[in-house]
Each structure stands twice: as structure tokens, then as C-alpha cells.
């Protein structure tokens, strides 16, 4: 299983960005895939997850500022991410559950900052 996330950069605060995180090597359906992250001299944490039928959750603090999709068509899964704060600046990494595994792909770099 190869994962593979994208779309993180520099935000000002209030901004946007979409991550992507594309997957090959399974059957991407099946599979619960989440977005984590991990700031600077922090533990990770999980952010949102979605599972093969959809639902999904979000820790309290992103909660109504992302959203977690899936397009299991293109095997993606993406987070959308609105009002961003400086503390949402951090490593997200993307990471799917299948048949009793986990499985990272890298990281991409999230910084809010004016």
C-alpha cells in the first residue's frame, strides 16, 4: 500500500487549503483512512477520520472547519480545510486502515501565518 498526500503550504489565518492523499496497492474502498497531524515538538493527533461508508469524525477543535471526503473512484481522500489558525500548522499526514493494518504515507507542511 503506497500513500501519497499533497496540497499543504502557506495560509494567512481565515484562509484555505484542500490536502490530498492519493492510494494504490489495496482496494481503497474497504479501507478507514484518516488525516493526522503532528506539530512541532507535539504528539500526533488524529484529526478526522472517514470509514468505508462514509461516516466520519473530527476532534473538537476542527469540528465544523473541515471536512473529510473520500472519492473511492480515484481512490482519494481529501480535507478540506476553512478558518484556518495558526495552531492548525503542523505536518498532516494521511494513514488507511485495511484488513487489520495501518498504513502512513509523508507528510505535507501546513503553516498559518501572516
Known amino acids: 500500500v503506497q500513500l501519497q498526500a499533497s496540497g499543504g503550504g502557506l495560509v494567512q489565518p481565515g484562509g484555505s487549503l484542500r490536502l490530498s492523499c492519493a492510494a494504490s496497492?489495496?482496494?481503497?474502498?474497504?479501507?478507514?483512512m484518516g488525516w493526522y497531524r503532528q506539530a512541532s515538538g507535539k504528539q500526533r493527533e488524529l484529526v478526522a477520520r472517514i470509514f468505508s461508508e462514509g461516516t466520519t469524525t473530527y476532534i473538537p477543535n476542527v469540528k465544523g472547519r473541515f471536512t473529510i471526503s473520500r472519492d473511492n473512484a480515484k481512490n482519494a481522500v481529501y480535507l478540506q480545510m476553512n478558518s484556518l489558525k495558526p495552531e492548525d500548522s503542523a505536518v498532516y499526514l494521511c494513514?488507511?486502515?485495511?484488513?487489520?493494518?495501518?498504513?502512513w504515507g509523508q507528510g505535507t507542511l501546513v503553516t498559518v501565518s501572516s
Open positions: 494513514k488507511m486502515w485495511i484488513r487489520g493494518s495501518g498504513y
Open positions: 496497492g489495496t482496494t481503497f474502498s474497504a479501507g478507514v
